[in-house]
Structure formats: structure tokens, C-alpha cells
């Protein structure tokens, strides 16, 4: 099974600044990596696949990188409905398909 | 537009059963891959099970493996998840989830039914 691992947990940034948050595998997952959203009591919700492309609709403040073991998802202004809670997703080796535990951003 | 409604959720004590259903509009649930996924309550998300376009291929979770079983029904356009042997580990909100076409990911979500596990 490949583990992901977010980081940071928890990251407080102000409104109009950059986030970088990131998520590493155990293993390579090429560019088989998905990035969600979810806020509270709500669906989760696609923003990245194949590592760096923005689903349908996704603003292009959005962006994804990163290869093999090592992700970015950055969020270069932030807006005040971007403070959520962030997942990577590994759709490479599977089943089972594996979330990272997940980074909290918060406004500072 | 495409939907997709869970319902069946509830109480259930530690040993019981449940059948979660997921009922979509706007496409042909055969037509798709699906999967079921949870989320304890505070947690992280959790990849339940899988079932193919003509259920050929189901996979699940080595944590519900031999208790839970996916299905399609497709006169009823529905996905379904029979939950049996439940623990207290299971209680979550359970989320049935479209993978996009060609890619895996998920593209579309139910709004999830909350499955609570407890005597």
C-alpha cells in the first residue's frame, strides 16, 4: 500500500498570499495524483489530477507540480472561500486507492 | 446535471447490517466507474470499494473485506453498498463517488449519509 504524507498539517496564511502545501508518497505514483478540497460538511471536490492538471471549472489560481514521490499544490492568492481542508489522492498502484491525512488551512 | 444521493444511513449496533444506496442522475451508472469512500468523523478520508463499468472488476478495502459487498442496479440507475458485521470502526460518513472518464479520480460526490456504529 502507498502511504501519503501531508504537509503541513495545519498551515495559517493571510488572505491575498501564496500556500504551498505538499504531499509525498512512499513510493512513486508518477503523475497519478489528485488534489481535493473539502470543506466542512460538505463532498469533497476535484481540483488537480494527473499532478498538475485543474479540473473542470477550477480557477487558475490553482496549480499542481511535482513527480514520482515528491507533489505541490499552490494557491497563489488566496481568497477567503480557499480556507478548507486539502487531500492528495495516489491513483498509481491501487487497489486501494490512498488520501493523504490531509492539510488544514487556515486564515492567519 | 449529474447527482448522486446516498441515503440508508443510521444506528446500527456493533454485528448489525446495512445497506447504503446511491441513487445518480445525469448519466448511466454502468457507464462509469465507481467507488464507495468514508470519513470517520474528524478524519481523513478512507477508500471503501470499487466496482467497474460492467462489474467485472470490484475491489474494497483489506478493512471491509468479507463484510462489505458493492453493487449496481442497473434499472435503477443506484450503486448500493451492503454493510454486514459492523463495528465501531465503520461509523462514518459514507460517500459514493464517480472516477472521471479515462482517469481515476473522482469527479463527482454524494453529499454522504452518516453511518453510526455504536450498542
Known amino acids: 500500500e502507498i502511504v501519503m504524507t501531508q504537509s503541513p498539517v495545519t498551515l495559517s496564511v493571510s488572505p491575498g498570499e501564496r500556500a504551498t502545501l505538499s504531499c509525498r508518497a512512499s513510493?512513486?505514483?508518477?503523475?497519478?495524483l489528485a488534489w481535493y478540497q473539502q470543506k466542512p460538511g460538505q463532498a469533497p471536490r476535484l481540483l488537480i489530477y494527473g499532478a498538475s492538471t485543474r479540473a473542470t471549472g477550477i480557477p487558475a489560481r490553482f496549480s499542481g507540480s511535482g513527480s514520482g514521490t515528491e507533489f505541490t499544490l499552490t494557491i497563489s492568492s488566496l481568497r477567503s472561500e480557499d480556507f478548507a481542508v486539502y487531500y492528495c489522492?495516489?491513483?498509481?498502484?491501487?487497489?486501494?486507492?490512498?488520501f493523504g491525512q490531509g492539510t488544514r488551512l487556515e486564515i492567519k | 446535471e449529474v447527482q448522486l444521493v446516498e441515503s440508508g444511513g443510521g444506528l446500527v449496533q456493533p454485528g448489525g447490517s446495512l445497506r447504503l444506496s446511491c441513487a445518480v442522475s445525469g448519466f448511466t451508472v454502468t457507464t462509469y466507474r465507481m467507488s464507495w469512500v468514508r470519513q470517520a468523523p474528524g478524519k481523513g478520508l478512507e477508500w471503501v470499494s470499487y466496482i467497474s463499468y460492467s462489474s467485472n472488476t470490484i475491489d474494497y478495502a483489506d478493512s471491509v473485506k468479507g463484510r462489505f459487498t458493492i453493487s449496481i442496479d442497473n434499472a435503477k440507475n443506484s450503486l448500493y453498498l451492503q454493510m454486514n458485521s459492523l463495528r465501531a470502526e465503520d461509523t462514518a460518513v459514507y460517500y459514493c463517488a464517480r472516477h472521471s472518464v479515462n482517469v481515476l479520480p473522482f469527479d463527482y460526490w454524494g453529499q454522504g449519509t452518516l453511518v453510526t456504529v455504536s450498542s
Open positions: 489522492q495516489q491513483y498509481n498502484n491501487w487497489p486501494p486507492i490512498t
Open positions: 513510493q512513486s505514483v508518477s503523475s497519478n
